[in-house]
């Protein structure tokens, strides 16, 4: 087995669902995450500074000899990985094409909504995705800015009536639209798919991007699916008392004090 660890990186706390489904799928992996927290979200960002923020991103995991690396982040896997995907020597894999693969085999109707952040839904690559596999499919997107902070603020329940209400807002024109598919198209959503489901209802089939990245991951050549315990290392550019206290929301664990505070302007020297 390649004992070389898996880079995963983020903005900020979303991609550790894909840290998640990574242990899940493949617990004997060992796994390397970097949040870049001094500079969430980057759902906000111009295309050129998510560019450059993700090269540096991906610059710092490859200092660890990464054998792979997955993009847990809709935004960068929306509007910057097209232009380096192929610029590293390891595979690396973003979120958007396996979750419009999920998407297109679940659907029947034609009819597929994407949430996301404003620069994922502006980027158009969910809808270039969707129509190259699904020519005649109807997509509908909409910006969801409020669902991260909601997020991180530990506002995640159905029975709350602010992400209730938010949702409600978001959603209303896309459930009218009679969508049978939603690609949570952020990797902060899917800490919130009950509530978005309560809301949708049952015959609407939600996409984690997260875990269909994952399982494309698994079908590559060179990593096991064995039960031998990987190792997980933890590391942010601000606040990592922060983060560790928020991380167990997304990985159903604590992480202690296993998370480590980098500058990227002086690694990257």
């Known amino acids: ?30 796994i390397v995450y970097f949040g870049d927290t001094a500079r969430v979200p980057y759902g906000t ?9 993700a090269e540096q991103d991906i610059r710092f995991l490859k200092k660890f000899d990464v ?23 390891f595979p690396i894999l973003g979120v958007v094409a396996p ?27 969910y ?9 005649s499919a109807e997509v509908f997107s909409t910006a969801c800015p409020l669902f991260v902070p909601l997020v991180e603020n530990g506002r995640v329940r159905k029975d709350d009536l602010v992400l209730m209400t938010v949702i409600e807002e978001y959603l209303t024109p896309i459930k009218a639209a009679g969508v049978d598919t939603l690609i949570l198209g952020c990797t902060h959503y899917p800490i919130i798919a009950d509530a978005i489901a309560a809301f949708m209802g049952d015959e609407v089939t939600l996409v984690n991007p997260s875990a269909e990245a994952v399982s494309s991951l698994a079908s590559l050549p060179n990593f096991s699916e064995n039960t031998q315990g990987g190792t997980l290392r933890f590391y942010v550019s601000d606040d990592p008392v922060g983060f560790s206290k928020n991380a167990e929301l997304f990985l159903g664990h604590s992480v202690g004090d296993a998370v480590a505070q980098i500058s990227l302007e002086e690694t990257l020297r």
Do not use: H
Request: proline share 6%; with cysteine.
């Open 1 to 30: 087995m390649d004992q070389r660890p898996i880079g995963v990186f983020d903005s900020g706390l979303g991609g550790l669902t894909a840290v998640r489904a990574l242990t899940e799928r493949l617990p004997s992996e060992n």
């Open 45 to 53: 960002r111009s295309p050129d500074t998510i560019l450059r923020y």
């Open 67 to 89: 054998k792979a690396l997955v993009v847990a982040c809709g935004t960068v896997s929306a509007v910057a990985l097209p232009k380096i995907a192929n610029d590293y020597p």
């Open 99 to 125: 979750a419009v693969n999920a998407a297109a085999r679940a659907t029947a109707n034609g009819k597929i909504g994407l949430l996301g952040t404003s620069a994922t839904v502006k980027s158009g690559a």
């Open 127 to 135: 809808e270039r995705e969707i129509k190259a596999l699904l020519p």
